[in-house]
């Protein structure tokens, strides 16, 4: 059974640091792209980052581009999210997501999220 | 970017009732697009991909149809476990999604 289970979420004040993990499990990791998509509370989903399969391409949203490296361990079955200079608008639910390997960029498995505020 | 729109952003529907949701992309995607469902407190769900091929284990009440520039997910008898946010999404590079559809109980 695949899973994605997120972790490192939390309070942290405008402007600090967060990283989040991503422990995946029941399939082959390193075979995989993998994502970050977020969700502001009561609104929709954002794309934020993505990695290829080795870790050597890396894309970002430009609301976040600077501010937060996306990496992976393949060793470790985990996917991270490296968050600097956090802003009050990264306040959101934190998913980590599986492409789907099609031809396409679907996204097949979702992790439960972990919650970021970012408040003062 | 391409930009997603959907519409509406919010309905009222009975159980046994065909609801037909679009979204409409920016810029031509042909059927780069896939669909979602989030249920309150869970992460999406993916129902359909390649705009209209169906996601193993989605009831086959759903569908999806559409090319270019101009999509729609319909739900063929609305069940009671439909009732979500409903979420397009351009899959041709980058994803970016539309804004919802939240179909609601009449």
Redesign the interface.
């Known amino acids: 059974e695949v899973q994605l289970v997120e972790s490192g979420g939390g309070l942290v004040q405008p402007g600090g640091s967060l990283r989040l993990s991503c422990a995946a499990s029941g399939f082959t990791f390193n075979n995989y792209w993998m994502?970050w998509?977020r969700q502001a509370p009561g609104k929709?989903?954002?794309?934020v980052s993505?990695i290829n399969n080795d870790g050597s391409g890396t894309?970002y949203?430009d609301s976040v581009k600077g501010r937060f490296t996306i990496s992976r361990d393949n060793a470790k079955n985990t996917l991270y999210l490296q968050m600097s200079g956090l802003r009050v608008d990264d306040t959101a639910v934190y998913?980590c997501v599986r492409d789907?390997k099609?031809l396409?960029?679907?996204?097949?498995y979702?992790?439960?999220?972990t919650l970021v505020t970012v408040s003062s | 970017d391409i930009q997603m729109t959907q519409s509406p952003s919010s309905m009222y529907a009975s159980v046994g009732d065909r609801v037909t949701i679009t979204c409409r992309a920016s810029q031509g995607i042909s059927t780069?697009l896939?669909w979602?469902q989030q249920k309150p407190g869970?992460?999406?769900?993916?129902l359909i991909?390649?705009a209209s091929s169906l996601?193993g284990g989605v009831p086959s009440r759903f569908s999806g149809s559409g090319s270019g520039t101009d999509f729609t997910l319909t739900i063929s008898s609305l069940q009671p476990e439909d009732f979500a946010v409903y979420?397009c999404?351009q899959?041709?590079?980058?994803?970016?999604?539309?804004?919802?559809t939240k179909v609601e109980i009449k």
């Open positions: 994502y998509v929709g989903l954002v794309c993505r894309i949203a998913y789907r099609g396409d960029t679907s996204l097949d979702w992790g439960q999220g | 780069w896939a979602y869970k992460a999406p769900n993916l991909f390649g996601q979420y999404q899959t041709n590079g980058f994803p970016s999604f539309g804004g919802g």
